[in-house]
T-cell receptor
Framework: DVKVTQSSRYLVKRTGEKVFLECVQD?????MFWYRQDPGLGLRLIYF???????EKGDIPEGYSVSREKKERFSLILESASTNQTSMYLC?????????????FGAGTRLSVL | AQTVTQSQPEMSVQEAETVTLSCTYD???????LFWYKQPPSRQMILVIR??????QNATENRFSVNFQKAAKSFSLKISDSQLGDAAMYFC???????????FGAGTRLTVKP
């Protein structure tokens, strides 16, 4: 079974703090993704990575950065957390291309910024 | 850019009955994939069913089937013999054939009444 693990289920941070959300996958997937999930908006892509040290912006990258130093790990960084970044964050991974390019998701991290 | 629309924010169904969740999408591409994902309360999102656009036959997975109408750009999910465990948020998603990222709809929350 594919396993995508997000390090925290719940996080509470203060405005201005630097926040790290970690994601690890065990299926040797090339692609990794960070989404933000908000009611009525579905999932919106923040960043994705198709290889180590490679990244591409998604639809809403402002206020976020990412790091992929190892194939299995993809980190989302909030440089200076703000209250409008309170949300559910989902990590996903997949093979690069083709019919097997199904995304597998982690359990999510619910972040509250006070 | 492709968009995915789920026009039903909430649906309910009686246990053992059948329910259909709607999804439409907008694209100018001819080759793509469509997905339905299920997100149970406080649990991670899992793939329910997948359809490849070049296949005319509708995909089925046990009690789950789709009605794929390519010309109408419609991709509905039918759940037969609904069970309490089917209660979840359901997301419709689109992926281009050669791209890595997916577009999600806003989701439909399904309630199953005993």
């Amino acid at each position: 079974d594919v396993k995508v693990t997000q390090s925290s289920r719940y996080l509470v941070k203060r405005t201005g703090e630097k926040v790290f959300l970690e994601c690890v996958q065990d299926m040797d997937h090339e692609n990794m993704f960070w989404y933000r999930q908000d009611p009525g908006l579905g999932l919106r892509l923040i960043y994705f990575s198709y290889d180590v040290k490679m990244k591409e912006k998604g639809d809403i990258p402002e206020g976020y950065s990412v790091s992929r130093e190892k194939k299995e790990r993809f980190s989302l960084i909030l440089e200076s957390a703000s209250t409008n970044q309170t949300s559910m964050y989902l990590c996903a991974s997949s093979f690069r291309q083709g019919a097997k390019n199904i995304q597998y998701f982690g359990a999510g991290t619910r972040l509250s910024v006070l | 850019a492709q968009t995915v629309t789920q026009s039903q924010p909430e649906m309910s169904v009686q246990e053992a009955e059948t329910v259909t969740l709607s999804c439409t999408y907008d694209t100018s591409e001819s080759d793509y994939y469509l997905f339905w994902y299920k997100q149970p309360p406080s649990r991670q999102m899992i793939l329910v069913i997948r359809q490849e656009a070049y296949k005319q036959q509708n995909a089925t997975e046990n009690r789950f089937s789709v009605n794929f109408q390519k010309a109408a750009k419609s991709f509905s999910l039918k759940i037969s013999d609904s069970q309490l465990g089917d209660a979840a948020m359901y997301f419709c998603a689109y992926r281009s054939y050669n791209n890595n990222d997916m577009r999600f709809g806003a989701g439909t929350r399904l309630t199953v009444k005993p």
